[in-house]
């Protein structure tokens, strides 16, 4: 098969309560996937399972053709399966640049080493500046985190998740939280994600979804009730039930 | 990366790292520069100065989990104390080189940290600092039942050690104590301040504010901070080991849940993570205490709460903290650091 990544029959349940029940999923190189569905879908909980926050109770996840069930989440994050988190998750006195920095060094092996200073290898600094200039973070690139505005830290969270080198990645609600203004420089920051990357987006900004996804999976109550394109999906009458089960003026919406 | 740069590039030149640098050069001298107006200024109060040196590696060696790592501990006088009876029973047993007495404290104050970080670090918050607790209670106790080796309580005695580089005598006046235990503090702080400004130094940091956010840039937690662990058994173990040479006596006390409380107190004091604070809450703490015992030796702890009370609300950073706003003629901060 040659698919990249692929969910097989993933379920969780806390006690007797179903949260996920048999998703399947599968990702070619390249692709661009947005996952969406009503509040307490199960969206975040599917990402959790995938990543190896949660344990799921059945089902696989596989990466490249290895089973990475039984794997760890650190684990996965070395092989390639890397995410963003829904409210960011940064280092509030740290700069983007250190966070970056930072985060090659784990990468390359390095990140744990007591000799060395932390700024000392200059083919890092530049893969460092390069990155975050791509996202437009050079400005702010020595500035504490928690003095920058909340849209350049949801840039600076794709940012590291970029230095990874991931081969999957998980994007939860990148655009969460940003006010309009700053959602153009998110958008154009995903649309320059690099091309053989396979992209699963969380969103609920259904604009930015027709704009980035080509494939779209609705989730609700855990089960996934609909796979296709963007443009049949508001069509859909399944679709249309869930979401106005949770909202009941979303008529235009879903 | 396959990223292209569209924005223009920085400019790879770490201004920053060069400015820190050149603060911490400066720090050092006036840490050399207080260790020695102290020799010239209380010339009858050596031991009691060598003391407080010892006791500021054990601050130093907390600093490092508690400031550092986000580790909350009140047991780290283990650490101390096992560097402390390691060299006195070394001591003891004629092992007399002052140089090699401390490297054996340091080497039993390592192994003392990867024990006590393997089990602290399998609990979390409240739990882990009840571990602690337990952990140099039942340390001392070990000390206390292990009297054919320790002493017991009557404290482990008859220490004799050898001249400093086959040269200088420890005499009477604790003159080569001090000035040693000055030059090993001033050694130590400045290893520790490579070790905090490393990229091991970095992910600690970034594990003490958010783990999570650590393992899913793909990095493991607990043998990062069984690192630090074992880095600050060292440490504690340097400082245990001082004060056994210095006082040439080993008492029960140096491993007590009594200092390490007040060890914690004096880094809170002085402020967390900064390495400087360890140092300063030390000196105030110790001094403090000295002073006001003196004065009215009932209800000296009285002065010393309400001080740490005046200063937890004048400063919720530390010594060190309000030092720093002074300095930088900026006003404090309304929100403090978190």
């Known amino acids: 098969m040659s698919d990249l990544f692929r969910v097989e029959n993933l379920s969780k349940s806390f006690g007797g309560l179903a949260v996920s029940r048999n998703i399947s999923l599968h990702m070619p190189a390249g692709e661009r996937l947005a996952l969406i569905g009503p509040n307490g879908a199960g969206k975040t909980t599917f990402v959790n399972l995938v990543t190896g926050q949660l344990k799921p109770s059945e ?7 290895e089973d990475v069930t039984g794997l760890g989440a650190v684990r996965r994050v070395r092989k390639g399966l890397v995410r963003t988190f829904q409210v960011t998750r940064l280092f509030s006195e740290m700069t983007p640049e ?37 996202l437009g973070l050079t400005e702010v690139a020595r500035r504490r985190v928690r003095e920058i505005a909340y849209g350049q830290q949801r840039l600076l969270e794709i940012a590291i998740a970029l230095a990874l080198r991931p081969k999957v990645l998980l994007l939860d609600e990148p655009a969460a939280g940003v006010p309009s203004s700053e959602t153009p420089r998110i958008e154009q920051a995903l649309e320059r994600l690099p091309p053989s990357l396979a992209v699963l987006m969380i969103e609920h900004d259904m604009d930015l979804v027709f704009r980035f996804a080509r494939r779209v999976v609705v989730l609700a109550a855990g089960e996934i009730i609909f796979e296709g394109l963007p443009s049949e999906v508001a069509a859909n009458d399944k679709v249309r039930e869930a979401y106005l089960g949770n909202y009941a003026h979303a008529r235009n919406v879903a | 990366m396959q990223f292209v740069a569209q924005t223009e590039r920085m400019t790879a030149a770490p201004v920053a790292g060069r400015r820190r640098w050149s603060r911490d ?90 024990v006590m970080g393997a089990i602290m670090l399998r609990a979390h918050g409240l739990a882990q600092l009840v571990l602690s607790i ?118 029960l006390d140096s491993v007590s849940f009594e200092l390490s409380a007040n060890a914690l107190v004096m880094l809170v004091l002085g402020g967390l993570g900064t390495l400087y604070g360890a140092l300063i809450g030390t000196v105030i703490f110790m001094g403090f205490e000295h002073v006001v015992s003196a004065i009215n030796p009932f209800h000296w702890m009285t002065m010393v709460g309400a001080l740490l009370i005046a200063v937890v609300l004048a400063a919720p950073g530390g010594l060190s903290d309000l030092l720093d706003q002074i300095s930088a003629g900026k006003k404090r901060n309304s929100g403090g650091r978190p």
């Open chain 1, 98 to 134: 250190e966070h970056v920095t930072l985060t090659v060094l784990q990468r390359e092996g390095r990140a744990s080493r007591i000799l060395g200073r932390f700024h000392g290898n200059s083919a890092i600094a530049d893969e460092v500046a390069d990155l975050l200039g791509a």
């Open chain 2, 134 to 251: 337990a952990i140099v209670q039942l340390a001392h106790e070990a000390a206390n039942k292990a009297s054919a080796y320790t002493g017991g309580s009557d404290g482990l005695a008859g220490l004799f050690v050898g001249p400093l580089f086959g040269v200088f005598e420890f005499d009477l006046w604790g003159q080569t104590a001090y000035l040693f235990g000055l030059s090993l503090l001033v050694a130590v702080f400045i290893i520790l301040k490579f070790v905090v400004s490393s990229p091991f130094g970095m992910l600690c940091r970034g594990i003490k504010e958010d783990p999570i956010r650590i393992r899913a840039m793909g990095a493991f937690v607990f043998p990062v901070l069984l690192k630090m662990f074992v880095i600050s058994g060292a440490v504690a173990g340097t400082g245990g080991a001082l004060a056994a040479i210095s006082t040439q006596v080993v008492g």
């Open chain 1, 59 to 65: 089902g696989r996840v596989v990466l490249n053709g």
């Open chain 2, 25 to 114: 050069a400066v720090g050092v001298i006036l840490i050399v520069a207080a260790g020695v107006a102290g020799y010239f200024l209380f010339p009858d109060s050596l031991a009691l100065l060598t003391r407080i040196i010892a006791v500021a590696l054990l601050v130093l060696s907390l600093d490092l989990i508690v400031g550092y790592c986000g580790v909350a501990s009140l047991g780290q006088a283990t650490l101390f104390g096992a560097g402390a009876y390691a060299a006195g029973i070394a001591c003891v047993n004629g092992v007399t080189e002052p140089l090699t007495l401390i490297a054996i404290g340091a080497v039993a104050g390592a192994a003392a940290g990867l």
